[in-house]
Nanobody, 127 residues
C-alpha cells in the first residue's frame, strides 16, 4: 500500500522559514517526478513546485520562485520543500504527490498528472 506522509508544517511569522518533508512508502518513486501543491481556505488546490525523477530539473509556481526550493533524496524515497521568506498568503495545507508516469521528460504542474497524494500538512504564516 502506497503512503505519502508530509511533515514539518506549523505556525511561523512572516519572513520565517519552514522545511516540509514527504516520505513515501509502499514502493519506490525514484523514477517518478514528485511535487508539492497547496490549498488555502476557499481556494482551489494549486501547484507549488515539482522535481524530476532524477532531480535534474525543477519547476516552480511564479508566486514562490526565489523563496522555495524543492529537493529529493531517492535513497530515502523522500521529497523536501524548503520555504523561506514566508508570507501570510503562503498559508495553506500543503500536499505532496507523485507523478503517475515514470521517467516523464518534463516536470508537470498539472495536478491531474499526479496519482498518489499525501494527507497534507498545515502551514500558517502570521503577519
Amino acid at each position: 500500500q502506497v503512503q505519502l506522509v508530509e511533515s514539518g508544517g506549523g505556525l511561523v511569522q512572516a519572513g520565517g522559514s519552514l522545511r516540509l518533508s514527504c516520505a513515501a512508502s509502499g514502493r519506490t518513486f525514484s523514477r517518478n517526478a514528485m511535487g508539492w501543491f497547496r490549498q488555502a481556505p476557499g481556494k482551489e488546490r494549486e501547484f507549488v513546485a515539482a522535481i524530476k525523477w532524477s532531480g535534474s530539473n525543477t519547476n516552480y509556481a511564479d508566486s514562490v520562485k526565489g523563496r522555495f526550493t524543492i529537493s529529493r533524496d531517492n535513497t530515502k524515497n523522500t521529497v523536501y520543500l524548503q520555504m523561506n521568506s514566508l508570507k501570510p498568503e503562503d498559508t495553506a495545507v500543503y500536499y505532496c504527490a507523485t507523478d503517475r508516469m515514470e521517467l516523464r521528460l518534463r516536470v508537470s504542474q498539472d495536478q491531474y498528472d499526479y496519482r498518489y497524494w499525501g494527507q497534507g500538512t498545515q502551514v500558517t504564516v502570521s503577519s
